[in-house]
T-cell receptor
Framework: ETGVTQSPTHLIKTRGQQVTLRCSSQ?????VSWYQQALGQGPQFIFQ???????GRGNFPPRFSGLQFPNYSSELNVNALELDDSALYLC?????????????FGPGTRLLVL | AQKITQTQPGMFVQEKEAVTLDCTYD???????LFWYKQPSSGEMIFLIY??????QNATEGRYSLNFQKARKSANLVISASQLGDSAMYFC?????????????FGKGNQVVVIP
């Protein structure tokens, strides 16, 4: 158990809808990163939040957006859902105080877009 | 360009035997970190082991060890004394920036099935 939680665990949406995924970071961690993992692939970096500010973004369109709250929990919002957005969405928390800065992952949210 | 390459097909391993999972990486940075994660069918990514680019010793964590060959840009994971619970996908990942932008680049993973 990493202490990172995500909700919901599963979600079914239709094309064009909007979705919000939530993540609670491990106690004391102030950085949250989001990844998208398509079936049969490794996770792809979406973006990272550090102390409520976006701190780096991967190659994802603006309809992928996020927030981080004062308690360091985070949301991932996806607008205008497309079929290709169907994936496992993983969040990871970390504490950037050392060279290692290991990211600890939550159980993920499985999103299916029909 | 793909930064992490994991090309082995799915592997079947006899219980109690050792297994080596290959990972090669591509970076022009001198400072970087390499990670291995395990992903069971439940989906959660479980951190296994870390190797820093300046570490002179190969990393070890219990039954996991990392065979780090910097000149060849490889970071192979060795799992000793395989157990049935080791059946999972294994991902190699690299972090290129410290303290600024801690993003991980993952490979496509290696499937391991441990048989009794």
């Amino acid at each position: 158990e990493t202490g990172v939680t995500q909700s919901p665990t599963h979600l079914i949406k239709t094309r064009g809808q909007q979705v919000t995924l939530r993540c609670s970071s491990q106690s004391g961690h102030n950085t949250v990163s989001w990844y998208q993992q398509a079936l049969g692939q490794g996770p792809q970096f979406i973006f990272q939040y550090y102390r409520e500010e976006e701190n780096g973004r991967g190659n994802f369109p603006p309809r992928f957006s996020g927030l981080q709250f004062p308690n360091y929990s985070s949301e991932l919002n996806v607008n205008a859902l497309e079929l290709d957005d169907s994936a496992l969405y993983l969040c990871a928390s970390s504490l950037p105080t050392s060279e290692r800065e290991t990211q600890y992952f939550g159980p993920g949210t499985r999103l299916l877009v029909l | 360009a793909q930064k992490i390459t994991q090309t082995q097909p799915g592997m079947f391993v006899q219980e109690k035997e050792a297994v080596t999972l290959d990972c090669t990486y591509d970076t022009s940075d001198q400072s970087y970190g390499l990670f291995w994660y395990k992903q069971p069918s439940s989906g959660e990514m479980i951190f296994l082991i870390y190797q820093g680019s300046y570490d002179e010793q190969n990393a070890t964590e219990g039954r996991y060890s990392l065979n780090f060959q910097k000149a060849r840009k490889s970071a192979n994971l060795v799992i000793s004394a395989s157990q049935l619970g080791d059946s999972a996908m294994y991902f190699c990942a690299m972090r290129e920036d410290y303290y600024g932008n801690n993003r991980l680049a993952f490979g496509k993973g290696n499937q391991v099935v441990v048989i009794p």
